[in-house]
T-cell receptor, first 114, second 114 residues
Framework: NAGVMQNPRHLVRRRGQEARLRCSPMKGHSHVYWYRQLPEEGLKFMVYLQKENIIDESGMPKERFSAEFPKEGPSILRIQQVVRGDSAAYFC????????????FGEGSRLTVL | AQSVTQLDSQVPVFEEAPVELRCNYSSSVSVYLFWYVQYPNQGLQLLLKYLSGSTLVESINGFEAEFNKSQTSFHLRKPSVHISDTAEYFCAVTFSGGYQKVTFGTGTKLQVIP
């Protein structure tokens, strides 16, 4: 019973390039969340998605960041024209529709921008 | 809006000593409360949760937390820590109704000293 799968685990990009982070939720989970983790800052909520719908993107930067969760395939967090400040660990979590807020996390994707 | 405060960023404690990790939340409505644990280079794992009922909840590895509505707290305790408990611990809150955006505290690093 596979858990939440994130890839790549590590990604290195130069400034100005694009980063794509993928997340496959647990089987049977229809809700996906993306969080960003920086040292000493905890987990910052970015976006909450259901299949083909963005429910809450209040934590997403207004520019360069986008997320999707298509009907088929994984959820994608896309960062265009990366800057050094985008270097962080990005965690995906999933839950069931009635999961009462209990999240199941992937192991994260660590983005390094040179 | 809901928020979570973890005042202690780091807590060193000797092995077999008791520990308490503090968590206070702010919310104007009923909440669900969680403690998650993160081991190095891994994602977060649910440690325990309070949804309703008994205000004292326990995990399988000896941790417990007590929901105190009047003090808006959900402190995590263990009577005797082990080296393997060294990790970062995150308190989290979500509304008990409506959609399930989960807000995390900044984390407390528990360092167990041999």
């Amino acid at each position: 019973n596979a858990g939440v799968m994130q890839n790549p685990r590590h990604l290195v990009r130069r400034r100005g390039q694009e980063a794509r982070l993928r997340c496959s939720p647990m089987k049977g989970h229809s809700h996906v969340y993306w969080y960003r983790q920086l040292p000493e800052e905890g987990l910052k909520f970015m976006v909450y998605l259901q299949k083909e719908n963005i429910i809450d993107e209040s934590g997403m930067p207004k520019e360069r960041f986008s997320a999707e969760f298509p009907k088929e395939g994984p959820s994608i967090l896309r960062i265009q024209q990366v800057v050094r400040g985008d270097s962080a660990a990005y965690f995906c979590a999933s839950s069931t529709a009635g999961g009462a807020g209990e999240l199941f996390f992937g192991e994260g994707s660590r983005l390094t921008v040179l | 809006a809901q928020s979570v405060t973890q005042l202690d960023s780091q807590v060193p404690v000797f092995e077999e000593a008791p520990v308490e990790l503090r968590c206070n939340y702010s919310s104007s409505v009923s909440v669900y409360l969680f403690w998650y644990v993160q081991y190095p280079n891994q994602g977060l794992q649910l440690l325990l949760k309070y949804l309703s009922g008994s205000t004292l909840v326990e995990s399988i590895n000896g941790f417990e937390a007590e929901f105190n509505k009047s003090q808006t707290s959900f402190h995590l305790r263990k009577p005797s820590v082990h080296i393997s408990d060294t990790a970062e611990y995150f308190c989290a809150v979500t509304f008990s109704g409506g959609y399930q955006k989960v807000t995390f505290g900044t984390g407390t690093k528990l360092q167990v000293i041999p």
